[in-house]
């Protein structure tokens, strides 16, 4: 019986993505809907393998750019977490600024950086770099903030000095949160590169999938959709893994049950 | 009174300019191995008391010698252990015992080099408080007394001459907590070091301690002090004797005084 059940939960997912899958393909084939406008699943695959070279010559551009933004903003974001959630003066002074930072439409930086840096890979870079740094501050500095004052009592009893607490106990605690928000931007870095790579870029998936639109091309526009997302869905994986195995002391309830 | 290990004298505490004093005028002295008691309704500013014990606050007036010398900062020899076990979920209760040993010298300079002694250290104090074959468990496998003697130990490795428990059983149903008094006495027995135990408990506090200080509410005065003159060893049956009760009524009529006051 559990192990039916554990069988059923595994496969759930597939099983509706295929269910889906035919009955757009279904809707497409009874209606006649023209591929200009809603390309079946069958229309799509067969642009993905008929222009599989530039696809993936697109995509490999778009994916190095989007880790290149990803990892500034990891560095950048962890060490902003750091800063604002170990000290209240950074907190006080620094988070406003950034919550504010945040709430402007990062499409709108676009131009600003292709000014600033000319069209192609470094504006891409910087838009998911600006895009996914925020989750990341906000969650360390969470975890570090939230640190039992006993626990630190009880370090600082002992004479242990700040950087002792940090490492100690701020970082390992901040680790879960620190996951969490992992998840959160890689999906954010690949929106701020195709965003960017939309605009202002001769190379990449958004490019392609722009250019294709203009030229009514949607079968392959909607592997561009497909291919972005593949990747965006196997990097979350690959964090959610890298969490579970390091962090499993935190999630251990849904461990038990799963 | 010269030989006493704690001296604490006309101390008063406030935490800002705002709220006044959080104790005050708090005069007392204790021997080296002495078991204190600190006992008095809540918000009386025990739990600060036991902050200015340990160097973590500095008292707003009076002064504080530890050992001799006046407390100007951590004291490093202090253990402490609260009401909540504080452990650290991504370590084992072995390690989590560890902990202190990585924070104060001498032992953090050669904590690596000498990780198999220290270990070997741990294990031996946490099979003392009867967590044998636990030692690889992470804290959310042990029940909460189990998790609060792991805290004891956690407080004790480092050898501290002064121990401070603030309300360390009170989250604990009534049979765990009278076990727990017994491996604390046990503890107490065999490495004789210096205690401060703040509680609500008053049959905890006649049990464990040689002398009880009651506080006034807040701002935290000392109302009384009373010598415990129970013999040693103590047994858990020794509660339910007359003498005993009557201590305990004693405390009580006491605290009652405040409360109505």
């Known amino acids: 019986m559990a192990a039916r059940q554990r069988r059923l939960e595994a496969w759930a997912p597939w099983l509706v993505l295929a269910a889906l899958l035919i009955l757009w393909e279904l809707i497409c084939r009874v209606f006649h809907v023209s591929d200009f406008i809603f390309p079946a699943p069958s229309a799509i695959v067969a642009s993905l393998s008929q222009y599989a070279g530039p696809i993936s010559g697109h995509a490999l551009q778009t994916f190095w750019t989007t880790m290149a933004g990803f990892a500034i903003g990891v560095v950048v974001g962890v060490l902003l977490g750091v800063l604002v959630g170990s000290s209240r003066l950074m907190y006080r002074t620094l988070y406003p600024l950034m919550v504010g930072f945040n709430s402007v439409p990062k499409s709108a930086l676009v131009p600003v950086l292709v000014v600033w840096f000319g069209i192609g890979t470094i504006p891409a870079i910087l838009t998911a770099f600006v895009i996914c740094f925020f989750p990341i501050t906000v969650n360390v500095a969470t975890g570090l903030a939230t640190i039992e004052p006993e626990l630190e009592d009880v370090l600082r009893a002992l004479g242990a000095s700040r950087t002792d607490v940090l490492l100690k106990i701020g970082l390992p605690r901040s680790l879960p949160y620190f996951f969490a928000s992992l998840k959160v931007a890689i999906t954010l870095a690949f929106i701020g590169t195709v965003v960017s790579e939309t605009v202002a870029s001769n190379d990449g998936i958004g490019y392609l999938m722009m250019s294709a639109g203009s030229q009514m091309r949607m079968p392959l526009v909607f592997a561009g959709l497909v291919v972005i997302s593949v990747m965006a869905i196997a990097m979350y994986e690959v964090f959610a893994v890298l969490e579970r195995r390091l962090t499993g002391w935190a999630t251990r309830g849904m461990d038990a049950r799963a | ?261």
């Open chain 2, 1 to 261: 009174m010269s030989d006493a290990f704690v001296e604490v004298e006309h101390v008063d505490l406030a935490y800002d300019d705002v709220s006044g004093n959080a104790i005050e005028d708090v005069t007392l002295s204790m021997q080296e191995h002495e078991f204190i008691a600190v006992v008095g309704p809540s918000g009386c500013g025990k739990s600060t008391f036991m902050k200015l014990c340990s160097g973590l606050r500095r008292a707003s007036k009076g002064s504080v010698m530890v050992g001799g010398r006046a407390v100007s900062g951590p004291l490093k020899i202090v253990g402490m252990a609260f009401q909540n076990a504080t452990l650290l979920p991504w370590r084992t209760a072995l390690d989590n015992v560890l902990l202190p040993l990585e924070i104060v010298e001498p032992y953090r300079s050669n904590f690596n080099r000498s990780r198999e002694t220290y270990a070997r250290k741990a294990i031996e104090l946490l099979r003392s408080v009867g967590l044998e074959g636990y030692e690889h468990r992470f804290p959310w496998e042990l029940s909460g007394g189990m998790q609060q003697r792991v805290s004891i130990c956690r407080a004790l490795v480092h050898e501290p001459k002064l121990l401070l428990l603030d309300e360390p059983f009170a989250a604990l149903d009534a049979f765990t907590r009278e076990e727990l008094w017994c491996t604390l006495r046990d503890l107490w027995t065999r490495h004789r070091f210096t205690v401060v135990l703040v509680t609500h408990d008053l049959r905890e506090a006649t049990f464990l301690a040689d002398t009880v200080y009651v506080m006034s509410k807040r701002p935290g005065r000392i109302l009384a002090r009373r010598a415990i003159d129970l013999p040693r060893p103590r047994e858990l049956d020794a509660i339910y004797t007359d003498h005993f009760a009557e201590i305990v009524r004693e405390l009580r009529e006491r605290i009652g005084r405040i409360r109505s006051a």
